[in-house]
């Protein structure tokens, strides 16, 4: 998602946060500059006008995804941007393709999930 929004809207020194809808006021979210370098690792987060403050301060930050608009409304960021797109089979390519010519390969037979939020049961 971040790099879809690169794509669309490319600021050298700004940093782009994807972000995934996990109603009420949580997004599950990361960070990246420019070069889709991990700033934040992928959290869940719940939203508030102070969430991103400290990036906010210094950088453009461009939000996208089915969660951004929750953060839209709240935000008080005069550096916080909204990208009206969620992800492109473009960009899918562009980093497969990258990993390709690096050989950089996953154990395909064998993936690893994920979590980030811990699983919880209820015992009746």
Sequence with gaps: MAKTAIN???VPTGLYCPMIDAKRMEVFTALYDNQLQELM???AMVLDENSFKEYLGSFKV???GSGS???Q???RG???YFI???ISSESIAEISWKKYERNDFHNIPYPQAL???DFYTIVR
């Design 8 to 10: 669309f809207i490319n």
């Design 41 to 43: 690792p992928p959290s």
């Design 62 to 64: 461009g939000f996208c």
């Design 69 to 71: 608009n929750k953060f």
């Design 73 to 75: 409304n709240i935000s």
């Design 78 to 80: 005069e550096k916080a």
């Design 84 to 86: 009206g797109t969620n």
């Design 115 to 117: 979590y980030i939020k």
